[in-house]
Nanobody, 125 residues
């Protein structure tokens, strides 16, 4: 069982930045690819970014490319989502997810085995 805890959400003005963290309670964090998703009110949960177990490869949704950066520190069991140039449309609950065995699509929520509780990000205009 893997427990994921997100932190770092909050209220920020458009153009600002936030840094989300996700810490995993697991013996071997490097066994997992990691992803970030977000869900706005009344909408489906959407892919934001993913990173492979060794941190060498990253993936981004088109809507966040060039503004968000995903990274990880396996020694600290942590994955980070650095969010810059935030827009009101980035407002959502952001979820961290862990994937034990790659099945073909990091952008699909079905790929992931474990989820955090989420952290709210609100961007004001």
């Amino acid at each position: 069982q893997v427990q994921l805890v997100e932190s770092g959400g909050g209220l920020v003005q458009a153009g600002g930045s936030l840094r989300l963290s996700c810490t995993a309670s697991v013996r071997t964090f490097s066994n997992y690819d990691m992803g970030w998703f977000r869900q706005a009110p009344g909408k489906e949960r959407d892919f934001v970014a993913a990173i492979t177990w060794n941190g060498r490869t990253t993936y981004y949704a088109d809507s966040v490319k060039g503004r968000f950066t995903i990274s990880r520190d396996n020694a600290k069991n942590t994955v980070i989502l650095q969010m810059n140039s935030l827009k009101p449309e980035d407002t959502a609950v952001y979820y961290c997810a862990a994937d034990r065995t790659y099945s073909g699509s990091y952008s699909s929520s079905y790929e992931y085995d474990y989820w955090g509780q989420g952290t709210q990000v609100t961007v004001s205009s």
